[in-house]
């Protein structure tokens, strides 16, 4: 099983500023990286897929870049409603599953 | 607009059953490959199961397998999760999911809002 593993934890940001969240796979998945927001009490929203294409309806702010095993989540300019908890998956290792990290806490400071 | 409404969570004792329901509305049900993740309270989020379009190809979990059956009704758009011996690391969020292949395999593009099991003596 390829194992996602995300960085920090948690990032604590000022509105405004620039956030970026690491997630790292234990096998290379291509370019098969999706990432998604998951606000208190709400189901994810997905963000990023195929490591850097937006999904329908997400701000430009938003941005992915890597591949191999290797990735990047950027928020440019933090908005108010854009604090959450992000979490990476990879699609690459299918079957047998889809693996999600374990989620970025992107907090105001 | 895509929805996806799920039912049936509740409270349930260890070693019972529960069937989970998920409501599709807004597109074509049957071009697209569903899944379940679930959530335990606090963590992170765990893929379950998924079914393709067709129903043709069917995979789960290896925490769940031979305990969870995934199964779909395209003519009443919905999906369907039987979950048998439940345990108590059974607890959690469920969401229906639908995934843009219809094969399975890639993202959760679009999400339903989720029904909490509960699985307590």
């Known amino acids: 099983e390829i194992v996602m593993t995300q960085s920090p934890a948690t990032l604590s940001v000022s509105p405004g500023e620039r956030a970026t969240l690491s997630c790292r796979a234990s096998?290379?998945?291509?370019?098969?990286l999706a990432w998604y927001q998951q606000k208190p009490g709400q189901a994810p929203r997905l963000l990023i897929y195929?490591?850097?294409t937006r999904a329908t309806g997400i701000p430009a702010r938003f941005s992915g870049s890597g591949s191999g095993t290797e990735f990047t989540l950027t928020i440019s300019s933090l908005q108010s409603e854009d604090f959450a908890v992000y979490y990476c998956q990879q699609y690459n290792n299918w079957p047998p599953g889809r693996t999600f990290g374990q989620g970025t806490k992107v907090e105001i400071k | 607009e895509v929805q996806l409404v799920e039912s049936g969570g509740g409270l349930v004792k260890p070693g019972g059953s529960l069937r989970l329901s998920c409501a599709a509305s807004g597109f074509t049900f049957s071009s697209y490959s569903m899944n379940w993740v679930r959530q335990a309270p606090g963590k992170g989020l765990e893929w379950v199961s998924s079914i393709s379009s067709s129903s043709s190809y069917i995979y789960y979990a290896d925490s769940v397998k031979g305990r969870f059956t995934i199964s779909r009704d395209n003519a009443k758009n919905s999906l369907y999760l039987q979950m048998n011996s439940l345990r108590a690391e059974d607890t959690a969020v469920y969401y229906c999911a639908r995934d843009p292949e219809a094969t399975a395999g890639t993202i959760f593009d679009y999400w339903g809002q989720g029904t909490l099991v509960t699985v307590s003596s």
């Open positions: 195929g490591a850097s």
């Open positions: 096998q290379s998945v291509s370019s098969n």
